[in-house]
């Protein structure tokens, strides 16, 4: 539809008073003849429109009115920007037509207001429109609001939006850069920093949809993947390592070399197969942007980055890149860095500990002559002849030839570091000047058992060295080789090669790990663990020779292989062209530090075992070397106070002068053994463990602290005090030695007198701790022996030291010693019982607690137990509370049978009650029914009566019969239901106890039962007199006997009461003549209602012999019946003398 401007509209003074203002659009809109138009003449435009109109020509807020049924498109001149180049004929065109490319979000959003007439509301939605030509990411906040039509529908829909876009993309843009700064700052190598950056760019994939990171190789030659977002491994876009010169998909080459900022580059077609990102569709450009390195040795590197399909590369992206880059340029240069500073500061350290083992090591050089110079000298001081002599001055001299040697090693190390070290370098004739130096190792070579080889044939011409200089070479050499060889050759060889001269000093040695070579001939370095034959040594002897080979322009090298051996050579260029020239044949100012070959061999030769080193008698040449003194000592008579295995003293020093002079210093009081190393001494301390252990720190194949805590981990030497001898002064050292589990630290240089206390006081101290130990022990036992549950508790946090078997059956746990009770026991939380512990231990006092109600874990469940505690505070000899001892009874059983007693007393009164109150209703029962059933028989009976006196005479044989058979039923029915009502309160009812003559009382009875004419009843003398119920006893006897009058059945009935002492009874017979009872019958015969003959023959209710029963077991006594049939019958009732408590 195309809009016509020509010729003036025919309703131009409505459209100006409706279009008036607005700009270039309320121009535009003035200018257009919209009766051509789906509105129609603005006359006749709703006024709604007009109103929506007026509002969007004068808003400055982008907005547009869409009317009609087409969404005729309105706009306002700050939505021309949103129009873009579709501007101006967006005007007048519908909506579907303007936003093709977006309508499948907006169209339902339009429909939505326009059908249902319901607002919608977005905010920053992405919307990919095509306005400028291209397609273009964009986001936008607008709301589609209803405008109604001058029918009541809706006519259209107006809109105001605000664009979100540059918003959008720079706070992404600013996250990413916040997290690539956060992320990468924890990176601590340049790896690290390259892993950590692609992770990050992972976060954007919109304006990043892939990434690859490529870093220059040292040689500078190749580039490396250090990381990648959004490719998969072997991908062909994202190589893993690229030649600079060979053919690239990315221009790494031209970036690097040009160091270009930023190229942006087309994706090769045969690469568009790359990740998409955020998007549907691949990335059609990318970016190289170059890592700039960071100082010579800083990385260089390229970024590859896939470029957003949907926005132009302008400045704001191109500048995005830039910090991008940037900040990976500072992350991998502040990795570096730290990379760096990391290497310098190991590079101190270890300079440090290099210095701190130097001088550890220069320490015990210094300290142990020291020690073997003044020792001998504070004895010959305090000896009356204050002279030294003999082997004492001997080992005064040889060491102090030692430490002159020591210290002259350090005055030329000094003055090399000082470059004050004056050379004198002459042409010298080196194969013999070699020859005789090795010649004075030959003797100390064949007493350890090696064969030394000498090899130093003429060379063709004098070599320039400095005498002093090569012979701290050749000696320092071979002296290492004699130290680490225990088997095999020493060599030494002297070789012309062109324009140098070898000298090459191979061993057989124990060989020097591979590790090790490259840190060898650095000052103050040991190999750790090396076999040696002393640990003896200052870490500078190597240093040394590799300085002085310097000074003279030569080199030195090493190979070596464990087990097998090592070889050095040292090469020395020939001529005197490469020495200083004034150095040359020059005079000497300085003192020389050379001490000849005699002090080498005498230390190599302390380091041999005794029959390794001793010369045999009149062997010449053995003025300077000492015979050592023999391993072991043996006391004289009345000097050993404490010889003997409990006083034996196991000393171990791989110094022989320093064995030999402890030993003399020790063996007058105790039996001394000494060894060369800390292996030995452990050898012989399992062997038999000694009283005491005298260790020097520093030893070969097992120092001081091995042998230590080898010591403590044995059982059988754990308790052996253990004193350590020591170079290393001071209070750490000191310290270090305790912690270590050693009794004390002896620092050198001693005295004497010094060493002796020591090793008296903890002799002594090891004495009372093993008494003290025997003595624990046999508490111990006692503990473990007791039939009680017994526990003892350490420390605040009660943890368990002993705990007996019954302790442990009792709580059902074996594992308990160690533990706290917290530990052993999680189930107790804060129970009582701990808290009966904590208060205890707290407050000092003994406590008791009974009844004790705990959960205990028994057979995989956790029950109720209950116990009898009593809980002691033990002190230590401070009197401080240090534990508890809790002694413990279970109860549980107890407990619960009391408990269960509670409950059935309990169940018995509240039964007893229920019972009263049953008898007290059958009381009532009783009585009711008694009175109901009595009222009509005595009307029967009455009735009877008045019948037979009204009609006297009248009345026929046959008739008074019924009529005396009629009363004799009421008669017997009464006589039942009195029966019913006496054997329902039989037993219940009490009366009071009084004393009761029973003969008296049986004379009563009988005169009230008036027996027959011809029957007869004896009461036998001495009835007694009781406590009794009087009633109660009456009807028992009265039942008796009337039973025994009535079922005698014959003229001379014969009863007989009699009565016996039966202890805690008194026992009744009421004896009668009649026909007797089967034994059958014996038991029936009591119970209710039950009779032996039919009630024709003996009238009867069959209660009487019931009541009897009921009455006398209720209190406490029995009955029982004696009878056979024709011989009468015996009624025993046992009666007791003292009345049952009512229950």
């Not at 830039?322 to 992350?331: F, K, T």
Request: with cysteine; hydrophobic share 40%; net charge negative.
């Amino acid at each position: 539809m195309s809009l016509e401007l020509d010729g003036p509209p025919p309703d131009r003074a409505d459209a100006r008073a409706v279009l008036a203002g607005g700009g270039e659009m309320g121009a535009r809109m003035r200018a257009i003849d919209w009766s051509k138009t789906p509105l129609g003449p603005v006359s006749s435009w709703p006024q709604s429109l007009k109103t929506c109109v007026r509002i969007v020509l004068t808003s400055r807020q982008p907005m547009f009115v869409w009317w009609g049924d087409s969404l005729i498109n309105l706009y306002n001149d700050a939505y021309k920007s949103i129009v873009g180049g579709k501007h101006p004929e967006a005007l007048g065109q519908p909506a579907s037509v303007v936003w093709r490319e977006i309508w499948g979000q907006v169209g339902p959003r339009a429909a939505s207001a326009m059908r249902r007439d319901e607002g919608t509301y977005d905010e920053a939605l992405l919307l990919i429109m095509e306005r400028n030509g291209y397609q273009e990411e964009t986001y936008y906040t607008f709301s589609y609001s209803p405008v109604p039509n001058d029918q009541g529908g809706t006519g259209g829909i107006l809109c105001a939006n605000t664009e979100d876009t540059r918003r959008i993309i720079g706070e992404r843009q600013l996250s990413l850069l916040r997290d690539l700064t956060a992320r990468t700052a924890h990176g601590r190598s340049w790896e690290d920093v390259c892993a950590l950056v692609a992770s990050s760019l992972a976060t954007n994939a919109k304006d990043l949809p892939f990434a690859l990171l490529y870093v220059v190789d040292p040689d500078r030659r190749r580039v490396q993947l250090a990381g990648s977002t959004g490719f998969e491994r072997g991908h062909a876009a994202a190589p893993e390592t690229i030649a600079l010169t060979d053919a690239s998909p990315w221009p790494l080459a031209a970036v690097l070399r040009e160091h270009e900022s930023c190229r942006v580059v087309e994706i090769p077609t045969h690469l568009r197969d790359l990740p998409t990102g955020a998007w549907q569709r691949p990335p059609t450009r990318a970016a190289a942007l170059a890592i700039s390195p960071s100082g010579e040795t800083g990385r260089a590197g390229v970024l590859i980055v896939g470029l957003n399909p949907f926005r132009l590369f302008d400045d704001d992206y191109r500048g995005f890149l830039h910090l991008v880059a940037g900040q990976i340029s500072a992350s991998i240069a502040n990795a570096q860095a730290y990379e760096e500073e990391k290497r310098r500061a190991e590079a101190l350290a270890e300079l440090d500990r290099a210095k701190t083992t130097f001088f550890s090591n220069v320490s015990h050089e210094f300290r142990t002559p020291l020690t073997l110079m003044l020792g001998p000298l504070e004895d010959a001081l305090a000896s009356a002849e204050r002279s030294l002599s003999g082997a004492d001055l001997e080992t005064a001299h040889r060491n102090a030839v030692r430490l002159l040697k020591l210290v002259n090693a350090l005055l030329d190390f000094s003055r090399i570091e000082a470059g004050r070290i004056q050379a004198s370098y002459e042409p010298t004739d080196l194969s013999a000047l070699t020859a005789d130096l090795a010649s004075a190792f030959r003797s100390a070579m064949e007493r350890a058992g090696l064969a030394f080889e000498v090899d130093c044939p003429a060379l063709p011409e004098p070599i320039y060295v400095d005498h002093d200089m090569w012979e701290k070479i050749v000696l320092n050499l071979l002296s290492n080789a004699l130290k680490f060889t225990f088997e095999g050759t020493v060599s030494i060889s002297l070789r012309a090669h062109g324009d140098r001269a070898d000298l090459t000093v191979r061993d057989t040695g124990t060989g020097i790990p591979e590790r090790e070579l490259s840190h060898l001939f650095k000052r103050f370095h040991r190999v750790q663990g090396a076999r040696s034959r002393t640990h003896e040594g200052s870490g500078i002897g190597l240093a040394l020779v590799h300085e002085l080979v310097r000074l003279h322009g030569g080199t030195i090298h090493v190979t070596s292989e464990l087990s097998v051996g090592t070889s050095f050579t040292v090469s020395l260029p020939r001529g005197a062209g490469h020495l200083p020239k004034d150095r040359v044949n020059a005079a000497r100012t300085l003192a020389s530090t050379t001490t000849g070959a005699a002090p080498f061999v005498q230390e190599a030769l302390r380091w041999l075992p005794r029959a390794e080193s001793a010369s045999p008698p009149g062997a010449e040449g053995d003025n300077t070397v000492e015979h050592l003194a023999p391993a072991a000592w043996t006391p004289s008579d009345g000097a050993a106070l404490e010889a003997g295995p409990a006083g034996r003293v196991l000393l171990a020093d791989d110094n022989a002068d320093m064995r030999e002079y402890v030993g003399r210093v020790l063996r007058e009081r105790w039996t001394v053994e000494a060894v060369a190393d800390g292996a030995e001494a452990l050898a012989s301390a399992r062997r038999s463990p000694p009283a005491l252990v005298l260790t020097d720190v520093m030893m070969p194949n097992l120092d001081g602290f091995g042998l230590l805590r080898a010591l403590r981990a044995d059982e059988r030497t754990r308790a052996v005090p253990v004193v350590m001898l020591s170079a290393r002064a001071g209070e750490e050292s000191r310290v270090e030695g305790l912690e270590a589990g050693a009794d004390d630290y002896l620092p050198k240089p001693f005295s004497a007198r010094e060493l002796v206390a020591r090793v008296a006081t903890h002799l002594q101290l090891a004495r009372l701790r093993a008494a003290a130990e025997r003595e624990r022990e046999r508490l111990y036992d006692l503990f473990m022996q007791a039939p009680v549950p017994i526990a003892v508790f350490a420390g605040p946090e009660h943890r368990y030291e002993v705990a007996n078997p019954p302790y442990c059956e009792m709580v059902g746990r074996r594992d308990l010693v160690g533990k706290s009770v917290r530990e052993a026991f999680p189930e107790l939380g804060e129970h009582e019982a701990i808290a009966m512990l904590d208060r205890a231990f707290e407050a000092g006092q003994p406590l008791r607690m009974t009844e004790l109600s705990i959960p205990v874990r028994r057979g995989g469940a956790v029950n109720e137990a209950v116990f009898n505690y009593v809980a002691q505070p033990i002190r230590d000899p401070s009197g401080a509370v240090s534990g508890v001892m809790v002694v413990a009874f279970e109860i549980t059983d107890q407990v619960l049978a009391r408990r269960r007693i509670e409950q059935l007393s309990q169940h018995r009164e509240e039964l007893i009650a229920a019972l009263a109150k049953t008898n007290q209703e059958l009381d009532q029962f009783a009585y009711v029914a008694s009175h109901d059933l009595k009222a009509p028989l005595r009307g029967i009976a009455n009735l009877s009566e008045w019948i037979e006196e009204s009609l006297a005479g009248k009345l026929d044989g046959e008739t008074q019969e019924h009529i005396h058979l009629l009363r004799g039923r009421v008669r017997r029915l009464e006589a039942l239901i009195d029966g019913i009502l006496h054997y329902s309160r039989a037993g219940r009812l009490r009366g009071d106890v009084v004393s009761v003559d029973t003969g008296h009382l049986l004379a009563e009875v009988v005169e009230l039962l008036s027996p027959p004419e011809g029957a007869r009843v004896d009461i036998a003398p001495g009835m007694p007199t009781i406590a009794a119920e009087r009633v109660p006893m009456q009807q028992v006897f009265q039942n008796l006997i009337s039973n025994a009058l009535k079922h005698a059945r014959r003229s001379d009935a014969r009863v007989e009461v009699t009565c016996e002492d039966a202890g805690a009874y008194v026992e009744f017979a009421v004896s009668d003549n009649g026909p007797g009872i089967a034994p059958e019958y014996h038991e029936r015969i009591w119970d209710l209602f039950h009779t032996l003959e039919s009630r024709d023959k003996v009238e009867g209710t069959g209660i009487g012999l019931s009541v009897v029963k009921k009455i006398v077991q209720s209190r406490g006594g029995s009955v029982s019946v004696s009878s056979r049939p024709g011989a009468g019958a015996t009624f025993i009732v046992r009666w007791p003398k003292r009345v049952k408590d009512e229950a």
